[in-house]
């Protein structure tokens, strides 16, 4: 089984009740449960309780509490309004008797209108010509232990140089092509849940690069606190993604960044906002 096929059975959620779904956690060495995780199942479950032919075009989210990768997560799902064309939904993660996670989602059936979107970077390098993550890491294999040989869904490609180069070095952007590392079904839904799994993967960082800090920095201190999406056009998971990302503001132990997720023929998919501590302590 690939990593991808393990990532997608770890999206498809046992229903155990009207309204409620059971998660569990990949078999890794991990202190708390992956953000993007969390977001990717809740989104599952809220589509579950949704009628065929309405997508989701936005969800906001925040992260309560560290999941503990060792035990399932409840999913309870809130049918808020099903409208003529929207639909509304919340959904609670739960852990040893406490929320964890809490999300809410608009679904909406496809309808025309007027097409406008900001244009797609210039001059970024294709992604087949830029080095996989463990060929880009391979300086750091013994330094990354077992995080280096770790099983990666997401065949994730940075236009910049590796997180261990910029550490030092003031920046106000990254970027990073990304996509599902295999092929997916033609389910909209689960592309969009993989899209947001994947979309925590590096969007924090973004908000210490002007100040040539790293997730490595000594002493660093991060967790999401809040995560945004909206969802503008069609796209494929296991497509090439350009990932383009910026700090908005840090300050006061926080950081909030913002990232566009465009296809490869450039248009913008889906847009993205993250807050979440960034606290320098003592190394």
Same mark, same amino acid.
């Given at each position: 089984?690939?990593?991808?096929?393990?990532?997608?059975?770890?999206?498809?959620?046992?229903?155990?009740?009207?309204?409620?779904?059971?998660?569990?956690?990949?078999?890794?060495?991990?202190?708390?449960?992956?953000?993007?995780?969390?977001?990717?199942?809740?989104?599952?479950?809220?589509?579950?309780?949704?009628?065929?032919?309405?997508?989701?075009?936005? $969800?906001? &989210?925040?992260?309560?509490? *560290?999941? @503990? /990768? %060792?035990?399932?997560?409840?999913?309870?799902?809130?049918?808020?309004?099903?409208?003529?064309?929207?639909?509304?939904?919340?959904?609670?993660?739960?852990?040893?008797?406490?929320?964890?996670?809490?999300?809410?989602?608009?679904?909406?059936?496809?309808?025309?209108?007027?097409?406008?979107?900001?244009?797609?970077?210039?001059?970024?390098?294709?992604?087949?010509?830029?080095?996989?993550?463990?060929?880009?890491?391979?300086?750091?294999?013994?330094?990354?232990?077992?995080?280096?040989?770790?099983?990666?869904?997401?065949?994730?490609?940075?236009?910049?140089?590796?997180?261990?180069?910029?550490?030092?070095?003031?920046?106000?952007?990254?970027?990073?092509? $990304?996509? &599902?590392?295999?092929?997916? *079904?033609? @389910? /909209? %839904?689960?592309?969009?849940?993989?899209?947001?799994?994947?979309?925590?993967?590096?969007?924090?960082?973004?908000?210490?690069?002007?100040?040539?800090?790293?997730?490595?920095?000594?002493?660093?201190?991060?967790?999401?606190?809040?995560?945004?999406?909206?969802?503008?056009?069609?796209?494929?998971?296991?497509?090439?993604?350009?990932?383009?990302?910026?700090?908005?503001?840090?300050?006061?132990?926080?950081?909030?960044?913002?990232?566009?997720?465009?296809?490869?023929?450039?248009?913008?998919?889906?847009?993205?906002?993250?807050?979440?501590?960034?606290?320098?302590?003592?190394?």
């Amino acid at each position: 089984m690939t990593a991808l096929d393990e990532l997608v059975n770890l999206l498809d959620l046992e229903a155990i009740e009207v309204n409620l779904f059971r998660g569990v956690s990949p078999d890794e060495n991990r202190q708390r449960v992956f953000g993007g995780q969390v977001a990717g199942q809740a989104l599952v479950a809220a589509t579950r309780t949704v009628e065929p032919g309405r997508f989701v075009h936005s $969800l906001h &989210a925040y992260f309560l509490r *560290p999941g @503990d /990768p %060792t035990v399932p997560i409840l999913y309870e799902v809130d049918r808020i309004r099903d409208g003529k064309s929207f639909t509304t939904r919340r959904v609670v993660a739960i852990q040893h008797g406490k929320a964890i996670f809490n999300l809410q989602a608009s679904f909406h059936v496809v309808e025309p209108g007027p097409d406008y979107q900001p244009p797609m970077p210039l001059n970024v390098p294709p992604a087949e010509s830029l080095p996989d993550f463990k060929t880009l890491m391979a300086p750091y294999k013994d330094k990354m232990g077992e995080w280096y040989d770790r099983p990666r869904p997401i065949d994730l490609r940075h236009v910049d140089a590796d997180p261990f180069h910029r550490q030092g070095k003031v920046s106000y952007s990254q970027k990073a092509w $990304l996509r &599902a590392d295999g092929t997916l *079904p033609d @389910d /909209p %839904t689960l592309h969009a849940c993989i899209v947001t799994y994947a979309s925590d993967m590096t969007l924090l960082d973004t908000t210490v690069l002007p100040f040539g800090m790293s997730w490595e920095t000594p002493g660093m201190q991060m967790a999401s606190l809040d995560h945004a999406m909206w969802f503008h056009r069609p796209f494929r998971a296991d497509d090439w993604l350009l990932y383009d990302q910026h700090p908005i503001s840090t300050g006061g132990a926080r950081g909030l960044a913002g990232g566009a997720i465009y296809t490869a023929d450039g248009h913008l998919a889906v847009s993205v906002v993250q807050e979440g501590l960034v606290r320098v302590g003592n190394p």
